[in-house]
Nanobody
Framework: VQLQASGGGLQQAGDSLRLSCAVS????????MGWFRQATGKERELVAA????????RYADSVKGRATISRDNDKNTVFLQMNSLKPEDTAVYYC?????????????????WGQGTLVTVSS
């Protein structure tokens, strides 16, 4: 299973962006998906997660009300919409696939990882 994240870049505080993660080389069906991020010098942390087929979601407190995770199961793609960006959102963002359909916030429940896309938010 390969995951390809895209959509990062340089943003201004207050901007919005949408990250995409395309899944290929295996089945997308039945997998919960997650977005994580890792800032320089910090541990990787969950941003948002979504169950299969998408009825349940979870968000980090730091992004609640600003982020929306969604998935297009016909296109094997998961999205992360982030609004009202803040400089502290600056990080490499990773998408990941769990091997369970149940939404999970636990990093080691995710078996497959994308390469990451850098999001930089300037003040």
């Amino acid at each position: 299973v390969q995951l390809q994240a895209s959509g990062g870049g340089l943003q201004q505080a207050g901007d919005s962006l949408r990250l995409s993660c395309a899944v290929s080389g295996g089945t997308f069906r039945g997998y919960a998906m997650g977005w994580f991020r890792q800032a320089t010098g910090k541990e990787r942390e969950l941003v948002a997660a979504i169950s299969w087929p998408g009825r349940s979601t979870r968000y980090a407190d730091s992004v609640k009300g600003r982020a929306t995770i969604s998935r297009d199961n016909d296109k094997n793609t998961v999205f992360l919409q982030m609004n009202s960006l803040k400089p502290e959102d600056t990080a490499v963002y990773y998408c990941a696939a769990s091997t369970s359909a149940i939404v999970t916030t636990t990093l080691n429940h995710y078996a497959y990882w994308g390469q990451g896309t850098l999001v930089t938010v300037s003040s």
